[in-house]
């Protein structure tokens, strides 16, 4: 008994030594498990249900044993991990915006899915439907143009600091990761995607995602130099694929299909013209394999839209079902998407157009013609999503 009580006074006093010295954000998990421990006698450990939300300050590494639903934001502050292991489904709660996994600046996630087994991020409402939560957030430190130096922004969701100088940052893996039914939006300004690289670098591994059923865009680069390989965006509402802020990356594989609602398969800025062009540059990624399906020529729609500057180098493309193929919005002043045309900056080699009607729009302000855009007209094959896209994806 003696010994019981000297234990429970040492306990006790470690705890109040540890929380007078810990000035950090708490840890906040809801967790409303219920566990069956065979009342100590050795037997087995019953699975659980963890309820997670808050700002984390310690690695996080999710026990495939058990089931978890995310019910309100959870943001991986700098210097943690958060780890998902393969075949797992994270549920979340259908309750909108608020609702989301964030990647701070300087934290990782370690998603190693599979074909066989991906990681899933869905809704656990029983008729899940496009909004129903946020999204995945990735934040890092490399370069956008919204701001100079190592200066940073803020995102739309959260408003957690992105951008910086280091091309190379790292934050993490994602391999065979599916994003359902996200996209909550806030306000008419801020809307959650399924998936956003803000400021992400190249040290980020990024291979065979898809975003299904999302209320805005499928994946959005906030600037940042991440290479995305293997990419799929199903019945995206807004944009499928969209890149602002300087985006440098390289997207390799990328298939859009759209479903009743939808916007562009892709829209491209080159710069945030709700706030600068600090940095003086324009987004220019390099884009090859794509293909982008849409619901066809009699719908309306464009495909890819190109403006604000943007630049980009296109290869090996299939656009089919479209009125516009690409359209190309820029001026002689600020938004100079046109210049980019005749300096062989934004171009598109190998392409093929199947019941489009026009394959380029030209609202730049600036005079080329088709062929000083496009080249190989008639020789693109696009992605050959049959192949990658088995078993992992939906449709």
Known sequence: MKNNLILGLAVITLLFSSC????????????????????????????????????YTQDLTLDPNNTYVLNGSLIMAAGTTLEIPACMTIEALASGA?????????????????????????????????????????LGRAPINSVTGSATS????????????????????????RVEYSGGAADGQSENNGFSFYGVGNGTVVNYIQAYEGKDDGVEF???????????????????????????????????????????????DGYNTDFSNAAGYFSKPTVNNLTIIGNGSATGNEAIR??????????????????????????????????????????????TFMDVILKMKNDTGETFTEADFISG???????????????????
């Not at 516009?324 to 062989?344: K, Q, R, Y």
């Open 222 to 268: 906030f600037g940042g130099t991440v290479n995305a390989n293997y990419v799929s965006v199903v019945n995206a509402q807004d944009d499928s694929i969209d890149w602002t802020e300087g985006y440098t990356g390289t997207i390799t594989n990328a298939y859009v299909k759209h479903g009743a609602s939808h916007d562009k398969g892709i829209e491209a």
């Open 98 to 138: 608020d609702v989301y996994i964030a990647i701070s600046q300087g934290a990782k996630i370690i998603a190693n899915g599979t074909a066989d087994c991906p990681i899933v991020l869905t809704s656990n409402a029983s008729n899940p439907a496009a909004g129903d939560w946020g999204g995945l957030i990735l």
């Open 154 to 177: 803020t995102s739309e969701i959260a408003g957690l600091p992105f951008g910086g100088t280091n091309e190379a940052d790292d934050s993490g893996i994602l391999n065979y990761v």
């Open 20 to 55: 007078a010295s810990d000035d950090t954000s708490d840890i906040i998990i809801n967790d409303n498990s219920v566990t069956n421990n065979n009342n100590g006698g050795g037997g087995t450990t019953d699975p659980e249900t963890i309820f997670l939300s808050g700002t």
């Open 377 to 395: 007209d008639g020789n693109g094959t696009g992605t050959d999503y049959a192949t990658w896209g088995a078993n992992w994806t939906v449709e």
């Open 306 to 351: 190109l403006r604000a500057g943007t630049q980009g180098i296109f290869n090996n493309v299939w656009i089919e079902g479209f009125e516009e193929g690409f359209d190309l919005d820029g001026d002689a002043g600020d938004n100079p998407t046109g210049a980019g045309v005749l300096s062989g900056d934004l171009n598109v080699t190998d392409v």
